[in-house]
């Protein structure tokens, strides 16, 4: 007789990191900008008025995506990374790939062997 086995996953394993319901590091990025811009600019009603919309509306989309995809921003980083195309032989210049032995010789099976 076989029983199903269960098993519990902690929530904290499987749930996205996110920040204030967006991505967390495009979250950090986007309320440092707004800081800066209200400290970092002379205080005028437009630079207020402008970061604030700028925190609300860039909060809003951020919310809106992770709502969408929670992995978006993770997957789109490493697409930067890749080649637009990769060859489909190597170079000639490349050295061969090692080719290991059929049978393995008792050298490298135990290598402390002489």
Same mark, same amino acid.
């Given at each position: 007789m076989s029983s199903l086995r269960r098993l519990v996953l902690h929530p904290s394993l499987i749930r996205p990191r996110l920040l204030a319901g967006g !991505?967390? $590091?495009?979250?950090?990025? /986007?309320?440092?900008? &707004? /800081? $800066? $811009? $209200?400290?970092? *600019?002379? @205080?005028?009603? =437009?630079? &207020?008025?402008y970061a604030l919309l700028l925190g609300g509306g860039g909060q809003w989309a951020l919310i809106? %995506?992770?709502? %969408? !995809? +929670?992995?978006?921003? @993770? #997957?789109?980083?490493?697409? =930067?990374?890749?080649? !637009? *195309?990769? +060859? %489909?032989h190597r170079h000639l210049s490349a050295r061969p790939g090692r080719v290991p032995p059929a049978v393995p010789t008792l050298k490298e099976a135990r290598p !402390?062997? #002489?």
């Amino acid at each position: 007789m076989s029983s199903l086995r269960r098993l519990v996953l902690h929530p904290s394993l499987i749930r996205p990191r996110l920040l204030a319901g967006g !991505d967390r $590091l495009l979250v950090i990025i /986007l309320w440092t900008m &707004v /800081l $800066l $811009l $209200l400290f970092g *600019a002379r @205080t005028h009603w =437009l630079t &207020v008025g402008y970061a604030l919309l700028l925190g609300g509306g860039g909060q809003w989309a951020l919310i809106r %995506a992770a709502k %969408a !995809d +929670p992995h978006w921003f @993770t #997957v789109y980083w490493r697409h =930067l990374q890749y080649q !637009d *195309a990769y +060859p %489909a032989h190597r170079h000639l210049s490349a050295r061969p790939g090692r080719v290991p032995p059929a049978v393995p010789t008792l050298k490298e099976a135990r290598p !402390d062997v #002489v």
